[in-house]
């Protein structure tokens, strides 16, 4: 198994950009593809990124595509997730995961989550 950790969440403003890092310890975070979801007060976790194990292919939940990028260095065992153009509707607590199963959208198919960083979008 890997643990991870997420950073770089915080109170921005609507059309600001953060850029979320996640970081592995345990096994070589390089052996997994790895999403990124949400979860945002009362609502269920949502899917927002995935990217394969070597970084080639990513895929994103229609509400962020052309604003959000996930990227990983395997070098640094770290992926992350570049958000532009934020909206108060991107506020939610955001966390990683890893998979064997590149391009799933389901949580369930997810393990390894980290603790969460909050995300807050004012207007």
């Known amino acids: 198994q890997v643990q991870l950790v997420e950073s770089g969440g915080g109170s921005v403003q609507a059309g600001d950009s953060l850029r979320l890092a996640c970081a592995a310890s345990?096994?070589?975070?390089?052996?997994?593809?790895a999403g990124w979801f949400r979860q945002a007060p009362v609502k269920g976790r949502e899917f927002v990124a995935t990217?394969?194990?070597?970084?080639?292919?990513?895929a994103y939940a229609d509400s962020v595509v052309g604003r959000f990028r996930m990227s990983r260095d395997n070098a640094k065992n770290t992926v992350y997730l570049q958000m532009d153009s934020l909206k108060p509707e991107d506020t939610a607590v955001y966390y990683c995961?890893?998979?064997?199963?590149?391009?799933?959208?389901?949580?369930?198919?997810?393990?390894?989550w980290g603790q969460g960083t909050q995300v807050t979008v004012s207007s």
């Open positions: 995961a890893a998979t064997s199963r590149y391009g799933s959208r389901a949580a369930h198919e997810y393990h390894s």
């Open positions: 345990g096994r070589t975070f390089s052996f997994y593809d």
């Open positions: 990217i394969s194990r070597d970084g080639t292919r990513t």
